[in-house]
Every structure is written in structure tokens, then in C-alpha cells.
């Protein structure tokens, strides 16, 4: 990594470790009476370690000139063992909060393992760490063979890749002490936002640079998508984060909305953290590693336009079907649901357009677990984007809000679609990005694919069935006209769908274990004598040069 | 960049645009889509027509419906009032013997009794009733405050310790912590009072300080608690001579008590359920206390 670097880069480099330190101890002596200090030593410690590692190779010899002439895919191998590290952490912590609700009993007493500080473990450890580490690896990775330019620095991508997973562990570590914004999936509090904000400018920019100095006439698709994914993320994050801390020396910080207001802030920045993060950024991923994989050109490039400024519009106006029949007036509402109903289409003209892909490659969906994983995951990305318009109709959600049933969609989403896509892409590139002929064991990717695929179908079926039930019978009602059952009958009938649900998800998270496995081995596994598209697989376009 | 060729799986063009072995198909989009899209935004636009929609400086149009999910919450509580009046005004106007004589009101007492009880009452008194630690069993230990109906519903009404103004009111004070006994006198008339419902305890050994503890407890407690300390219904001091404890009936426990005392709390629920419910949950638990019995 460092020695990847020129001169000039690693004083960069030193300047940056060097500046996270000086906030970190910044922090930990104006928040050392909060536990904003607990964040300051850890930045700090992260600081120096950067540091240390900078000054023990800071006199190490130039990189290789030639390194130019190649695509820059160090940063991306990182990324892909980073995804796997937050798939296992996530999954498992996931799993963990599965049982406590089948089991409450399992918090032994000790705040830091409350459903409440767990949840946004898993939450975040699933999106932010898995699918926010997988984004960007792939991204740097599909950036340079369709650009057909190296990345344009060797510092910015790092800054990117390791800026964010800090964000990830300070968003983790502070859940577990109780620090949060009670916002879902935006809970890190203001220094953690402003952090992230940092990073998130640095990743478009390094997008922007790289694109600017393409060697191909037109944008390929995934890029548009990964764009979009970053460019609305910024947006989202910072409006919905805007908050006034009560000094700088602590943690807590107040939102600058109050009310329905916030509410539908929040909800207009979750459900885009769904549309752009969640899908977005997965479309690009699907649209470079599905194609590429099958061995077909894509089925419509009208398809894809459409469908891509259909997305990217259509989304923005939906949130509000989150806060059906609350405080919010009724008119928002309407065009919410009004605006996820036309979404469906094109969604399913995405989900259409990468099936369509396949004709002509449906022998190798069969026979190839890795590709099959890609087909499955637009599957399930059709049926869920179906249920969530489905959901998004006031009288649907009547019955199925608040519910379990929400739960279950949004899990067909991560575990069918995101996770799905993840792991067929990652199996896909890991085999170039380390130059090894193939993957260790195909026979383990069978395997894996046969435990997710059983474990999103018990997880959903479990969901549906018990919010279906919550559902019903919170709106049940005696001859007498009073409610039938209390809400803690209704927590007894759910109790047999919750050991259900923590057993596919027991499933899933065996399956991630077995994919880690798999890659382990195939890195360790002997290098190619020579790969298949040895001398292929080069830029057209260089690093950045001086004066350019 | 490559040129424009025909794909032979699906016989159509490519645009002739390449990306690391990527092509693109110049397929025209697929009527169907269209089909789709048309009417998905007819359905949509027709219904943001119908309902309250799309906003202006002021206002918002209304939508041709008149649709107004507030005023229909409302009408719909009122006719869900409307619709059980049939028996909550029976509860309302009857007396208690009346209810418990008609059949058909006690059944309606007992199916909404069990949600109001499971919703209410449950996460204090357990889903059966029958107490946790710090709030009493009140199906089967005798009441600190009576048991007829017309008791249990003001003490559902009014709670105790609580916020309402004409709230019962029961104290056990701290007789150790406010040095009102000295500790030895204090494990003297805990012995007393563990003798009360557990006689094995006396032995030759603490006849003394079993003597001694029921002199003070006749000069401390016996006020409330009764001379016998079979308990008052007037000052809801419970009865000691049982095998029911609210707090725990072992010596440690007893002990505690007579040294920190006791201020137990029951919320006012008047105003929190009407006075329907709060009729008819005197009435479930009266009833659930007489099957015990």
C-alpha cells in the first residue's frame, strides 16, 4: 500500500494520519468528560498507527514507473476483504438480535447488548460496512476497465476506502455506548457525519477525475449508477444530519427539524438510502459483473436510460409512503404513494433488462453458481420492488405497517438482492483482482448459494406470515366491538415465526462464512502462470501526470 | 470502439459502443413498457386527482373525493363508541349485582375484560394476575383494600400514591432508616412479624426477642397493620399473617421493609380508560378472584 505510493504522495499521506491525529487528541481532551472522548482516543490511536506505518516506509524506494502503464486494484482487493470482514461481523450481529427477540432474555443485564444499541449494528454493519465497502471496491473496479483509465491518484482511493470504514467502526463502537441520533440508518452522530461527508466529496471526486480522463466516447451505464448512488448519498446526508451539537466537546447534538418536519426528513433520506445506496449503487454493480459474467451484450440501451432517469426520479418523491396515516398531512401522502406506484415500472424495466440479458446464457446460469447468483438477485430485486409499491398503497399498508411484514421486505432486498449481487460479483472478481485461474472451490459456491437462497426464503416466509398475522390481529375485533387480542397476544403468536427467522438467517450468515472461506483460499491458492487476458487487462489512460 | 453488429441469440443490433468486452443491445424498448408505464401514471394521476394532493402556496387541492383521513378517524371512533354503547351503558347504568346476574354482560365483561386486563394492567400484576415482585397478587391474596367491585373500581379509578387527587394513599415507613427504631428492635419485630403467618420460627432460643417484637409491633404497627396483624382495609396495610407478600416474605426482605419502608405505586386510570372500562375491569377481576376462591 505505502510503497504504492511516490514521495510526494506519502507526505501527503503523513499530513492526513498526521492531522486525524491531532483531531483525535483534539477530541479526547474537549470530550474528556463525555464519551466523545472514547472517539477521540480511538481516532487518535488510528492516527498514529497511519502514522508509524508512514514513517517506517516513508524512505522506502520509489514505486515502479511502470506501475502507471496498469489499472490501480490494490484498494479494490482491500475492499473486497473489508466486505467480507462487515458481512460476518453484520450478519452475525444480526443474527444475534434475531435471537434476542425470540430469547430477550439474552441481553445478560448489560446495556451495551440491548436490542436497541444492536440493532444499528447489524443495520449499519450490513449496509454501511458489507454493501458501503462492496460499492466502493467494485466501483473503483468497474470505473477503470470501462473508463479504460487508471484511478487518478493513489492516495484518494485509500483515503476513501479506510476514511469510510473508520466511519463504519466509529458508528459501531458508538451504538454500543449508547451514542445515536435516533435517526434510522443515520444514527452516527455530527462528528461522524461530518467525517463521512469528507470521504464522500473524495470518492465523487476521484469518480469525476477518473471519468474526465476516459479513453472510451461514451459513460458505460454502471457508471451513471455508481454516480448517482454517490452524488444523492452526499445530499441525503448531509440535509437529514444537519444538527446543532451542544458544544464540541460533546457527543450529543440536536436535530436542526422538529416534528412531522423531521419525520419526514428522516423518512425522505431513508427510503433514498434504499433507492440510492441500496439499489443505485447495486444496479451498477449488476450492470458491469452480470453482463460480463454471461457473456452477452446487455438486452436495451433505451431499456437502460429510461430506466436509470426513471429510477433516479421517481424515487425522490416516494418516502413519504413511510408515514402513512401519522401526523403528516394527508396530500403528502397521496403523492407518495402516487409516486411508488409509477416506480414499479422502472424498476421492473431494470430488473426486465437484466433478465433479458441472459437470453442466450441461461445454460450458464445453470451450470454456474456465480452467475447464478447474479440472476437470482434481479429476481428477488423484481419481486421486491413489487412488494414495496404493493406496500406503498395506503390500504396495503394499513395492514402491514408496523408490522413484521415490513421486516421481511426489506430483507428480500438485502439478503435476495444486495447481499445476492455482492457475493456473485465479488466471486466473479475475485479471481482477476488476485491473478489466480479461479476461484478455490466451485463446489463451495454451490454451497453457499443453495444456504443463502434457503435462508432469504425461510427469513421472508417467516416475516410475511407473522406480520400478516400481527397484522390481522391488531385489527381484530369481538362481537362486542372490542379489540380480541392485546399486543402482547399478538408477541406470543409471533414467538415460533421468530425462531424460524433466526434460523435462515443462521443459514445466510453460514453461507457468508463459507464465501469468506472460499476467497481466503483462492488468495492463498498458487498465482496463474499466465493469465487469460494477460495483457488485456491494462488502461489506455495512466495515472494522472504532472501538469495535466 | 467497436462498430455496430448484429447479436445472433436475440437479432438485433448492437449501438457499437464497447467497455471491456461490454456491449450494448440498440433494442427499442419493449411496447409493453410502455403499456405499463401509461398506465401505472394514469392510475397514479387519477388518484392524486381523486384524493388530497397536490399542494399550492396556501393550500392544497382537496381532491374530488372530499377524502379526509382525519374526519374519517373520527367518524370511525364514533361509530366503533357507537356500536359498543349496546353494553357499555349497561356496565355504565347497571349496579354490580345486576351485571353479575345477566349472563350475556358477563360474557362481554370477560373477552374485552382480558385484553383491557392484558393491555392495562398485565405488565404490573402479570398476564394472570397473580403479581410480581413489588406489585400484588390480586386474584388470590386478600386485598389490601377491599374486594367488592365497587372498591376495586375506585382504587382502578383514583390508584394509590398517585397523581390523582383523591388518590388512596398507604405508607410504610422507614422505621430503621428514620432512626424511629433502633436496629435492635427493629430485627426483634421482624422475627414477630415473620412468627405471624410462618409459626415454626419461634424457638425456645428467640422466645425473648419474639416477646420483645410484640411489644413494639403492638406500639408501631398494629395501627395499621391491625392488632393481630391480620391487616386494615382503611389504611390498605396488608395482611402479615398470609402466605402472600408483595415484597417477599423472607427475613431479609421483611427486613428491608421495616427498615426503608414501603411506598408502592398504582397509577390513576381515570381519565386513561373510560368509565365503561374501568367499571368493567373492577368486574373481570372481581369475577377472576371469585373463581379463584
Same mark, same amino acid.
Given at each position: ?548 | ?111 374485552? *375484560?382480558?385484553?383491557? +386486563? !392484558?393491555? /392495562?394492567? =398485565? #405488565? @404490573?400484576? &402479570?398476564?394472570? $394476575?397473580? %403479581? ?80 420483645? *417484637?410484640?411489644?413494639? +409491633? !403492638?406500639? /408501631?404497627? =398494629? #395501627? @395499621?397493620? &391491625?392488632?393481630? $396483624?391480620? %391487616? ?62
Amino acid at each position: 500500500m505505502i510503497a504504492d505510493l511516490t514521495r510526494a504522495e506519502r507526505t501527503w499521506a503523513m499530513i492526513i494520519v498526521g492531522g486525524l491525529t491531532v483531531i483525535g487528541l483534539a477530541m479526547a481532551v474537549g470530550g474528556r468528560n463525555d464519551l466523545l472522548g472514547v472517539h477521540g482516543w480511538m481516532v487518535m490511536i488510528v492516527g498514529l498507527a497511519g502514522f508509524a506505518m508512514m514513517i517506517r516506509q516513508f524512505d522506502a524506494p520509489e514505486p515502479d514507473p511502470e506501475r502507471l502503464q496498469h489499472y490501480y486494484d490494490a484498494p479494490t482487493r482491500a475492499g473486497i476483504i473489508l466486505t467480507l470482514i462487515w458481512a460476518v461481523i453484520g450478519m452475525f450481529v444480526g443474527l444475534w438480535v434475531a435471537t434476542l427477540l425470540a430469547f430477550p432474555d439474552l441481553t445478560f443485564d448489560a446495556a451495551w447488548a440491548s436490542f436497541g444499541r444492536l440493532r444499528p449494528v447489524h443495520t449499519s454493519g450490513v449496509i454501511f460496512g458489507f454493501g458501503g465497502n462492496a460499492l466502493i471496491a467494485t466501483s473503483y473496479h468497474v470505473l477503470q476497465r470501462t473508463t479504460r483509465a487508471r484511478l487518478p491518484d493513489q492516495i484518494s482511493p485509500w483515503f476513501v476506502l479506510l476514511g469510510y470504514n473508520l466511519f463504519c467502526v466509529i458508528a459501531a463502537s458508538g451504538y454500543m455506548m449508547g451514542l445515536t441520533q435516533s435517526k434510522e440508518y443515520a444514527e452516527p452522530e455530527w462528528y461522524a457525519d461530518i467525517w463521512l461527508t469528507i470521504v464522500w466529496v473524495v470518492y465523487f471526486s476521484i469518480y469525476i477525475r477518473t471519468l474526465m480522463r476516459r479513453k472510451e466516447p461514451h459513460i458505460y451505464v454502471a457508471n451513471w449508477y455508481y454516480m448517482a448512488f454517490i452524488l444523492v448519498v452526499a445530499m441525503l446526508h448531509i440535509i437529514n444530519n444537519l444538527a446543532v451539537p451542544i458544544s464540541l466537546g460533546s457527543a450529543k447534538s440536536y436535530s436542526l427539524f422538529s416534528g412531522v418536519q423531521d419525520a419526514m426528513t428522516q423518512w425522505w433520506y431513508g427510503h433514498n438510502a434504499v433507492a440510492f445506496f441500496l439499489t443505485s449503487g447495486f444496479l451498477g454493480m449488476m450492470y458491469y459483473y452480470l453482463p460480463k459474467r454471461a457473456g452477452r451484450p446487455i438486452f436495451s440501451y433505451r431499456l437502460s436510460i429510461i430506466s436509470f432517469w426513471g429510477i433516479t426520479f421517481m424515487y425522490m418523491w416516494a418516502g413519504s409512503h413511510h408515514l402513512h396515516y401519522t401526523a403528516l398531512p394527508q396530500w403528502v401522502q397521496t403523492l407518495g404513494m402516487a409516486f411508488s406506484v409509477v416506480l414499479l415500472v422502472p424498476s421492473w424495466a431494470s430488473a426486465g433488462n437484466a433478465l433479458m440479458t441472459l437470453n442466450g446464457a441461461w445454460h450458464k446460469v445453470r451450470d454456474d453458481a456465480v452467475l447464478r447468483f447474479m440472476a437470482l438477485a434481479v429476481i428477488f430485486y423484481g419481486l421486491t420492488t413489487l412488494e414495496g409499491s404493493f406496500m406503498a398503497i395506503q390500504a396495503v399498508n394499513s395492514l402491514s405497517h408496523y408490522t413484521d411484514w415490513t421486516i421481511g421486505h426489506v430483507h428480500a432486498g438485502a439478503l435476495g438482492w444486495v447481499a445476492m449481487i455482492v457475493f456473485g460479483s465479488l466471486y466473479a472478481l475475485v479471481p482477476t483482482m488476485w491473478k489466480r485461474p479461479k476461484l478455490y472451490s466451485a463446489k463451495l459456491v454451490e454451497v453457499h448459494f443453495w444456504l443463502a437462497l434457503s435462508g432469504t426464503l425461510i427469513y421472508v416466509f417467516a416475516m410475511w406470515n407473522s406480520g400478516v398475522t400481527q397484522g390481522l390481529m391488531w385489527r381484530t375485533y369481538s362481537e362486542s366491538g372490542a379489540l380480541t387480542y392485546s399486543f402482547i397476544d399478538s408477541l406470543v403468536a409471533m414467538h415460533p415465526y421468530y425462531i424460524a427467522r433466526a434460523i435462515g438467517g443462521l443459514l445466510f450468515l453460514l453461507g457468508a462464512i463459507v464465501a469468506s472461506y472460499n476467497i481466503g483460499m483462492t488468495i492463498r491458492s498458487p498465482i496463474a502462470e499466465t493469465s487469460d487476458d494477460a495483457g488485456q487487462d491494462l488502461p489506455a489512460q495512466p495515472a494522472l501526470q504532472a501538469g495535466e | 470502439m467497436a462498430l455496430s453488429e448484429r447479436d445472433k441469440v436475440s437479432g438485433h443490433m448492437t449501438t457499437g459502443h464497447e467497455w471491456n468486452g461490454i456491449k450494448e443491445l440498440n433494442t427499442p424498448v419493449p411496447r409493453v413498457v410502455y403499456i405499463f408505464l401509461i398506465s401505472a401514471t394514469i392510475f397514479s394521476v387519477t388518484w392524486t386527482i381523486l384524493m388530497p394532493s397536490w399542494p399550492g402556496i396556501n393550500d392544497y387541492f382537496r381532491g374530488l373525493l372530499g377524502a379526509d383521513q382525519q374526519a374519517e378517524v373520527r367518524q370511525s371512533v364514533a361509530e366503533g363508541v357507537a356500536e359498543r354503547s349496546s353494553w357499555t351503558d349497561a356496565i355504565v347504568d347497571e349496579d354490580f349485582t345486576t351485571i353479575r346476574a345477566d349472563p350475556s354482560l358477563m360474557q362481554t365483561v370477560r373477552e374485552t *375484560g382480558k385484553m383491557l +386486563f !392484558a393491555e /392495562n394492567c =398485565a #405488565a @404490573c400484576h &402479570g398476564a394472570e $394476575g397473580l %403479581g410480581n415482585p413489588g406489585f400484588p397478587n390480586i386474584i388470590q391474596a386478600p386485598t389490601m383494600w377491599g374486594d367488592d367491585p365497587a372498591t376495586i373500581m375506585e382504587t382502578i379509578r383514583v390508584g394509590i400514591n398517585s397523581a390523582h387527587d383523591e388518590t388512596r394513599y398507604g405508607q410504610m415507613l422507614a422505621f430503621g432508616r428514620d432512626q424511629m427504631l433502633p436496629l435492635s428492635d427493629v430485627d426483634r419485630v421482624v422475627t414477630y412479624v415473620q412468627t405471624l403467618s410462618d409459626p415454626a420460627i419461634a424457638t425456645a432460643d428467640n422466645a425473648e426477642d419474639i416477646g420483645e *417484637g410484640a411489644t413494639i +409491633f !403492638a406500639d /408501631n404497627c =398494629a #395501627a @395499621c397493620h &391491625g392488632e393481630t $396483624g391480620t %391487616g386494615m382495609q382503611e389504611t390498605g396495610a396488608p395482611n402479615l399473617t398470609d402466605q402472600y407478600w408483595i415484597y417477599g416474605g423472607d427475613r431479609s426482605s421483611i427486613r428491608h421493609t421495616v427498615y426503608y419502608g414501603r411506598q408502592g405505586l398504582m397509577p390513576t386510570w381515570e381519565g386513561r380508560l373510560t368509565p365503561a372500562y374501568i367499571k368493567l375491569l373492577a368486574l373481570y377481576v372481581a369475577d377472576l378472584r371469585t373463581a379463584a376462591k
